[in-house]
């Protein structure tokens, strides 16, 4: 069985973007796992080998119906953006960029859409940038679920069996409210919401190896609301979601407050969890492997991954040679849910 072809995206051209895929393509460890094809700008990803001195070689096609070359040292790369990406200012918010990202990623996916690709790993892209250039999404992930047509989606953190989690297949977090303000999380939780996020956690943890995931659910409140003191939500709409999951099958456990469940999926009690709001379950899963954390788009027709960190203005376009570690397990994790879909 030939290797998955995965879809690089260039991010934010701005940002960190072109210098990861300028030393991933030039390392040996992306070609031992996929056939690596670049959505991005040329030019850009030349400038990222010259400052970098990798002597990266690039091949501009036009589809990935040409003949590609895949080996250490070689990119293929695609560009159907819209916006002149080579005069985008480094390391600082602009609209070019913003474009940029979109038009690459919007490529890719329809790319995989239409079966010409397998999975698409991200670079990032900033928001700010998007909104400048009239792109009215608050991410990466709105943008992939309006795209694919669905409705019933979510970010899921993932991080591999390591020093940290002991699970075997590793430990996923997914999130029922996303890019939203805090005061908004309780008008926007539901009972269905919630359920739809056990679902959606359990079975793509049934296709990293697990038979029956073990799901935890995060509480809202402190001490999962100490029966009301703090709050009624863990009753009225959490714990019904549960035992919904459980009538359905899944194992499922819940609501469990926040601070003491992520210390027990750590250690190997849970394979999934289920958090109510972005930071409940960003900011234990990027404590404990900023560089390794994937982030995985759940309820798409097509593997979308990604590194979880930003575009990294302080750093990109510097001498600082940047940290490929999360961009690598990101691109692994695509890999390995892709095994799932037809391969060429």
């Not at 919630?194 to 959606?200: A, D, G, P, V």
């Not at 407050?257 to 900011?283: C, K, N, S, W």
């Amino acid at each position: 069985m030939k290797l998955p072809l995965i879809a690089l995206t260039m991010g934010d051209v701005s940002g960190i973007g072109p210098q990861l895929l300028d030393v991933l393509c030039s390392g040996s460890e992306i070609f031992q796992i996929c056939r690596p094809v670049v959505y991005g700008n040329a030019a850009v990803l030349r400038r990222a080998s010259q400052q970098s001195g990798s002597q990266l070689q690039i091949r501009e096609i036009g589809s990935v119906s040409d003949s590609l070359e895949f080996r250490v040292g070689v990119a293929n790369c695609i560009d159907r953006g819209n916006s002149n990406v080579v005069e985008a200012v480094p390391c600082q918010i602009d609209a070019r960029s913003g474009q940029g990202a979109y038009d690459y990623l919007v490529s890719a996916i329809d790319d995989c859409l239409s079966g010409e690709m397998d999975a698409i790993t991200t670079a990032p892209l900033n928001k700010e940038s998007l909104r400048l250039a009239g792109i009215d999404y608050p991410g990466h992930t709105e943008i992939l679920a309006d795209r694919c047509g669905v409705a019933d989606y979510g970010m899921m953190l993932y991080l591999p069996h390591g020093a940290a989690i002991q699970s075997p297949a590793g430990l996923g977090i997914v999130h029922t409210t996303l890019h939203t303000s805090i005061a908004s999380v309780p008008g926007l939780l539901s009972t269905d919401a919630i359920f739809e996020k056990i679902r959606l956690i359990s079975g793509l943890m049934q296709k990293m190896g697990v038979a029956q995931p073990r799901v935890a659910v995060c509480a809202l409140n402190p001490h999962a609301g100490e029966h009301g003191l703090f709050g009624d939500e863990e009753a009225r709409i959490i714990t019904p979601a549960v035992e919904q999951a459980i009538q359905s099958g899944l194992d499922a456990t819940g609501p469990l407050p926040a601070d003491t469940l992520i210390r027990r999926a750590v250690r190997g009690e849970f394979d999934a969890v289920v958090a109510m709001y972005h930071d409940q379950g960003h900011i234990p899963f990027k404590l404990l492997g900023f560089d390794q954390a994937v982030n995985i788009t759940l309820g798409l027709p097509i593997v979308r991954t990604s590194p979880s960190h930003g575009t990294a203005f302080d750093i990109a376009w510097s001498d600082t040679v940047p940290e490929t570690r999360g961009i690598i397990e990101a691109t692994k994790a695509a890999a390995r849910l892709s095994q799932h879909l037809a391969h060429r």
